[in-house]
């Protein structure tokens, strides 16, 4: 569906909502495997930068073996990585606004199925003792009403429940009180299969948040290190940089010293054979 399709839904079955619930955990998943794929990726890539390098070179002191290309390979290596933890951020920002919904979705069906049940037990239908008042009426304006009020004795309940057990119900108000309890438990099962569907869902995005933020501080400590060693090569680079310049210097004043050295020589020979 599309974005103009999405825009005239109001509200949503709860089919449709573990249908969502169940993409959104997937999307996720599939996601946060793509970012692992990336990493390992530019893992072996740096290793096999680091397998190309020379052996010999590995013996020496790592400001003799700086050189720009090494420190563009680090710093490239640190913007992958700064991608990789980008994407695994707001992956965790997504798992715990997904995380939210479905709590507050469980939250809300809990409550409905508590409704539910109380209206059940509220709703049982218990016929009023109408015919004891009637009866009592009659009694009333048969025999004439009592100057005293008298305790009712124990064996006027016995009417009443004779009353009660004498009270029959049509087929159609049986069957239709049979209908509305079938519908009032059809619903109270429906609701709690939902509570079942959304709480395992609720568990498979709060694992798989826990996963992601546990990689997001893995990636964070690497990022901070990857960080530290490129500063650290972009200092041995200038370092380096310098000392290949007074390196020049000095193989300058060298040769110079040199060839001085050598024409004095060549004209101290010179001269001694003129000499003899």
């Not at 993409?23 to 893992?43: G, M, P």
Request: hydrophobic content about 40%.
């Amino acid at each position: 569906m599309n974005s103009d399709a999405w825009a005239n839904i109001k509200s949503l079955t709860n089919a449709e909502r573990d249908q969502l619930d169940l993409q959104a955990n997937v999307i996720l998943t599939k996601c946060a495997q793509r970012v692992r794929e990336l990493e390992q990726l530019e893992k072996q890539h740096s290793e096999s930068v680091a397998n190309r390098t020379n052996p010999l070179l590995r013996m020496l002191p790592s400001r003799l073996t700086q050189s720009t290309e090494l420190a563009d390979a680090d710093a490239r290596a640190l913007h992958r990585s700064n991608i990789a933890w980008y994407l695994t951020r707001r992956l965790t920002e997504t798992g715990a606004a997904q995380k939210e919904m479905q709590e507050e979705r469980v939250r809300r069906q809990v409550e409905r199925a508590t409704t539910l049940g109380s209206s059940i037990s509220v709703s049982d239908p218990t016929p009023a003792p109408a015919s004891n008042s009637g009866s009592s009426g009659w009694g009333a304006s048969a025999w004439g009403r009592s100057s005293q009020p008298a305790p009712a004795p124990p064996s006027v309940e016995e009417p009443e429940d004779d009353d009660y057990d004498n009270l029959e119900l049509s087929p159609s108000q049986m069957l239709q009180f049979e209908q509305e309890n079938a519908a009032l438990l059809r619903s109270v099962e429906d609701t709690l299969a939902a509570v079942k569907v959304a709480e395992s869902r609720l568990l498979d995005i709060s694992a798989l948040q826990t996963e992601l933020v546990a990689h997001l501080t893995r990636q964070t400590e690497a990022i901070d290190q990857l960080y530290d060693d490129a500063i650290a090569s972009q200092g041995d680079v200038k370092r380096a940089n310098v000392q290949l310049r007074k390196a020049r210097e000095n193989q300058a004043d060298s040769r110079i010293f040199l060839i001085v050295f050598l024409l004095g020589a060549s004209a101290a020979l010179l001269f001694i054979h003129w000499y003899n």
